[in-house]
């Protein structure tokens, strides 16, 4: 009965959607007042709906409903609350509601927490929002319905791909989808500014916040897709260049260049035509994202069971939203721009840097991820583009982003001093030369080795350099000022935290691909394998029983110089619904290194397994890396000024009675 | 308006560049519907003379794998190691292949040791006509595998004609391999 209460409520919420799309902009272009003021409480019944059908699907899930078609095929009651509930958002069409439900929370945030906005900018961006909900509720009510059920009700369901029963995983939708969703709210707003056909600093000030709300989700959120891959594939590896990988990275870096291109129009008015096109092209990236992932166009480990039928249906809302959105880009951003004098030594100039080489960054990956689709399109055979692709062609364009990053904050708005700059950075120049040059002599002074000590160079240039910006914010006339520190702006903490956050996410990234170190041996009990100075020794392998699978689980002793460290305990699960294996690695880590253990099939009549050992030096430097930069956003986005707008309004509110 | 022709144009490149893009996405999908499986799309090698290798076969179990004993009839090049899980769900297909004498199925023991290959193959049955041990993935960078199991399909002149990636289920066999090896042996 709750499934069908679930389902009605989707349908009430095609129709609110439509009424939120419709009615607020023709308020807008005819001013009146009433037909805009539809859009508040039309954004918050949506989301109520939305709610309410996602709650109705987790209930289903949760008391494994099986009269459900979806709950039969993902679910089974022997798994563990976490996976029922994370099976929600395991299968295709329960991940279209999660979608729409974090949509329609960010068209129901906004609707609550922008007061300040403008009346009209604020109907028609939230009709822009109601206009994207129509579309993706009228998806999944007419093309991947979750709400189907099955008669007769089979006893027990074929349960969750095994792979995907992880709490790592379980969060990993929800995070990535605020992420792309929330960069809903930047293009809802850059389609009714071009509207509106006004770009100005204030409309900067206003998305901002959203923009960075939703980078930040979407880094946490990439950051947990990596983390799950490292330690549940069994590879050790930590980012695998997959199509789905890239789906989530290309609006990330896009996001990223909005983020930075964003602060010049509040700041300088100009970039504003850019501006605009970043926002669109941001979502419209996500909303590729989706379609690449469930069209079955290309081929991934990551894809959803394809379906051409909703590729279909999602190509043509694509084509909608964005061709739509550009082509009145088109027509009216041409009259948008004329900001100030651009000198090319100065923070703007520097941000423009930065956005044109994240935006080439973010170009490169997309024609590397759909090369094969236009090679066949275009009848030039069929061909796959692989990591050493991506690897050869996105350092180059790294490398200078990131010595720009560390003398951009340094910069001075309008025209900047480039010597004062580099003075300044004479010490995190100096140590990067000095990392550099102990790098590449600890790797043994190879002339082929350079990539890992410049990698590494880099990131101790950034890492001072933005510590340097700090200081030289802080400094006070005798050294420095605990005033001042407190006074810095929490945005600029901000800056500082995610600029740290990318030093160290260089480290991982150098240090994990260049001094990995791997061992595939088969151990009878007893034996061992040397690796990176531990020495590792198979003790037994026992058989221990779980909630929905058996396991075969190795021990491991972790010994150095003599003296046993730790013990690992890797698993090799056989799950029972559906049967299928999966590899539970054991990883110790010292915090700076990891050594990583699967245990593989049973070899031989003799007790012997096989045995992958890795030693994978800098990785979780990595999960610190996101850490941190997830870490600066949400500091950035507590900055008081993007509420200031807010209690002004709300005193404004308070000195005059209300109507 | 006073803008020109001149300095609209660039605005227009946003919408011209999704256009395309979306009628190529829209040609893939027509594609897919009549049939063309995406899973045809990786492999540079496609249509290309299998790369040379000469593999050592493992100890006790000749022959080796060399480029020159795939020539003179369609053949399969599986990549498998004894480490891999993938290789052990489709080891029963390979089984009945070669108890139906489908095929003759040609072993590439991939970053494995002889002893671990041997012992597994004992174990479980040998479907392999010739193995060649690879423990340097020394044919199989030139191959460009990207992880085991997978498997080439190499017509009788020794050309690359296929390369299914992941295991060989009966239903891949049935739908794919079997009609393309049928197809090749005209």
Not at chain 1, 148 to 168: E, I, T
Not at chain 1, 346 to 374: C, D, F, Q
Not at chain 2, 128 to 150: C, F, M, W
Request: hydrophobic content about 50%; overall charge neutral.
């Amino acid at each position: 009965m709750l499934i069908e209460l679930g389902h009605f409520a989707l349908a009430l919420a095609l129709l609110v959607a439509l009424a939120q799309g419709t009615l607020p902009m023709l308020g807008a272009a005819r001013g009146n007042a009433a037909w805009m003021a539809m859009a508040e409480p039309a954004a918050l019944t949506q989301f109520v709906l939305c709610g309410f059908a996602f709650a109705s699907l987790m209930h289903a899930y949760i008391v494994s409903d099986f009269s459900v078609l979806g709950v039969a095929e993902n679910s089974h009651t022997a798994k563990p609350l976490l996976y029922k509930i994370s099976g929600v958002w395991g299968n295709h069409e329960g991940s279209m509601v999660l979608w729409i439900t974090v949509l329609s929370l960010f068209g129901a945030a906004v609707a609550a927490f922008g007061t300040n906005l403008p009346r009209t900018l604020k109907a028609r961006t939230l009709a822009v929002q109601g206009l994207i909900g129509v579309g993706f509720i009228a998806f999944i009510l007419f093309a991947s319905n979750p709400f189907v059920r099955l008669n007769p009700a089979p006893a027990q369901g074929n349960g969750l791909n095994p792979l995907l029963q992880d709490p790592g995983l379980a969060f990993h939708p929800p995070m990535l989808y605020l992420g792309y969703v929330g960069f809903s709210v930047a293009f809802s707003f850059a389609v009714a500014a071009l509207l509106e056909g006004r770009v100005d600093a204030a409309w900067a000030r206003w998305v901002r916040p959203w923009t960075l709300a939703a980078w930040t989700c979407l880094t946490l959120g990439i950051g947990l897709g990596s983390w799950w891959a490292y330690y549940e594939l069994g590879w050790g590896g930590w980012w695998y260049w997959d199509p789905v990988e890239n789906a989530s990275f290309i609006p990330w870096l896009t996001g990223t260049a909005l983020l930075h291109s964003a602060i010049v129009v509040e700041r300088r008015e100009a970039l504003k035509s850019w501006t605009i096109l970043l926002a669109i092209i941001t979502f419209s990236l996500s909303l590729l994202g989706t379609f690449l992932v469930r069209s079955g166009i290309l081929t991934s480990v990551h894809a959803f069971a394809a379906d051409p039928a909703r590729g279909v249906f999602v190509l043509m809302l694509l084509a909608v939203a964005i061709g739509g959105s550009l082509t009145l880009y088109a027509v009216k951003a041409p009259a948008m721009d004329g900001g100030g004098v651009f000198a090319p030594i100065s923070r703007e100039g520097g941000l423009l840097i930065n956005n044109l080489l994240l935006t080439t960054a973010a170009a490169t990956v997309l024609l590397g991820t759909l090369y094969p689709l236009i090679a066949d399109a275009l009848e030039m055979g069929k061909i796959s583009v692989g990591s050493p692709y991506f690897n050869a062609v996105f350092v180059p364009l790294m490398t200078p982003l990131i010595i720009l990053a560390g003398i951009g904050p340094l910069l001075a708005w309008k025209r900047a001093d480039l010597n004062g700059a580099l003075q300044r950075l004479k010490i995190a120049g100096g140590l990067a030369i000095v990392v550099l040059i102990a790098t590449w002599l600890m790797n043994g002074g190879d002339a082929l080795n350079l990539a890992a000590g410049g990698g590494m160079a880099l990131a101790a240039w950034l890492a001072v350099a933005t510590i340097t910006e700090w200081i030289s914010r802080v400094q006070g006339t005798a050294g420095l000022s605990w005033e001042r520190m407190i006074n810095l702006p929490r945005s600029a903490y901000g800056m500082t935290l995610a600029h740290l956050g990318m030093a160290v996410l260089i480290v991982g990234v150098t240090g994990a691909s260049a001094w990995k170190a791997e061992r595939i041996e088969s151990l009878k009990p007893g034996e061992y394998i040397e690796i990176a100075g531990y020495r590792v020794t198979f003790e037994n392998a026992q058989e221990v029983p779980g909630p929905n699978y058996r396991a075969i689980e190795g021990r491991y002793t972790v010994s150095r110089d003599g003296v046993t460290i730790t013990t690992l305990n890797p698993e090799k699960r056989t799950y029972t619904q559906p049967p299928q294996q999966t590899t539970e690695a054991a990883i110790y880590t010292t915090g700076i290194s990891d050594l990583y253990a699967v245990i593989g099939d049973m070899d031989g009549a003799e007790g012997a397994f096989v045995t992958r050992l890795f030693y994978e030096p800098f990785v979780p430097c990595l999960w610190y890396g996101v850490l941190l930069m997830g870490f600066g956003g949400l500091v950035s986005l507590s900055d008081r000024r993007h509420r200031l707008g807010a209690a002004r309004r709300a005193a404004v509110l308070n000195l005059v009675p209300a109507e | 308006m006073t803008t020109t022709s001149a300095k609209r144009w660039p605005f227009v490149i946003p919408v011209a560049v999704i256009a395309a893009l979306i009628g190529a996405f829209g040609k893939r999908l027509l594609d897919v519907n009549r049939g063309d499986d995406p899973h045809l799309i990786p492999s540079v090698l496609l249509n290309t003379p299998m790369p040379e290798f000469d593999l050592a076969p493992l100890p006790g179990r000749e022959p080796g794998l060399a480029t020159r004993d795939l020539k003179g009839s369609v053949s399969l090049v599986n990549v498998w190691g004894s480490w891999c899980v993938a290789c052990l769900a489709e080891h029963p297909t390979l089984m009945a292949l070669q108890r139906e004498n489908a095929i003759p199925i040609q072993g590439i023991a991939w970053r494995d040791s002889p002893s671990a290959s041997l012992a597994w193959l004992a174990q479980r049955g040998d479907p392999y006509a010739r193995i060649g041990q690879d423990p340097k993935s020394v044919a199989a960078i030139s191959l460009g595998v990207t992880g085991a199991p997978e498997t080439f399909v190499v017509d009788a002149t020794g050309v690359i004609r296929y390369k299914h990636i992941g295991p060989i289920t009966p239903e891949v066999w049935q739908t794919t391999l079997a009609p393309l090896i049928a197809q090749l042996k005209k």
